[in-house]
């Protein structure tokens, strides 16, 4: 069975702090996501990776950037978080060729 | 580029009714189609997918759908609902070929005892 592990389920931070969100999957996939989650808007992809050290933008990147140094960890880092950044994220690897993203369970992000 | 509207973003049905959850996509190109699911305080799980072949496809816990493509549809259904079938269902659509996914924004139903 794959697995996705995120760090934390809840965290709370203050404004202007910087964030580390972690992510592990343990099936050797080269492609892995993270995604926002808000009421009502979905998923939104904040960025992508398919490969270590390679990083591609998503649709909604402004405030965040990416960090994968092995194959099998991702991480997302708000460098200074804002209110706006309170959400669900969630992380995701991808297993080829059968095209279907295997999810973590969710960080539920506070920021006051 | 692709996207994706879910057409009801809460459906209410009573435990053994049937149910049908609406997608429908945008896309200039092939595409390959998806139904997640998530349960409360979890992470996605995939339902079903559409990748080619059969327009019919069965998934996971009984529930079905039907790639139209005239129509640019991919409706979830399911016969006979259960209590535990209550959750989010979000339709997904990514490039043939691709990684990466669109998502609609999500229906979420709920099952009336």
């Known amino acids: 069975d794959v697995k996705v592990t995120q760090s934390s389920r809840y965290l709370v931070k203050r404004t202007g702090e910087k964030v580390f969100l972690e992510c592990v999957q343990d099936?050797?996939?080269?492609?892995m996501f993270w995604y926002r989650q808000d009421p009502g808007l979905g998923l939104r992809l904040i960025y992508f990776s398919y490969d270590v050290k390679m990083k591609e933008k998503g649709d909604i990147p402004e405030g965040y950037s990416v960090s994968r140094e092995k194959k099998e960890r991702f991480s997302l880092i708000l460098e200074s978080a804002s209110t706006n950044q309170t959400s669900m994220y969630l992380c995701a690897s991808l297993g080829a060729p059968s095209y279907e993203q295997y999810f973590g369970p969710g960080t539920r992000l506070t920021v006051t | 580029a692709q996207s994706v509207t879910q057409l009801d973003s809460q459906v209410p049905v009573f435990e053994e009714a049937p149910v049908e959850l609406r997608c429908n996509y945008s896309s200039s190109v092939s595409v390959y189609l998806f139904w997640y699911v998530q349960y409360p305080n979890q992470g996605l799980q995939l339902l079903l997918k559409y990748l080619s072949g059969s327009t019919l496809v069965k998934g996971i816990n009984g529930f079905e759908a039907e790639f139209n493509k005239s129509q640019t549809s991919f409706h979830l259904r399911k016969p006979s609902v259960h209590i535990s079938d209550t959750a989010e269902y979000f339709c997904a659509v990514s490039k043939t070929g691709a990684n990466n996914l669109f998502f609609g924004t999500g229906t979420r139903l709920t099952v009336i005892p």
């Open positions: 099936m050797d996939h080269e492609n």
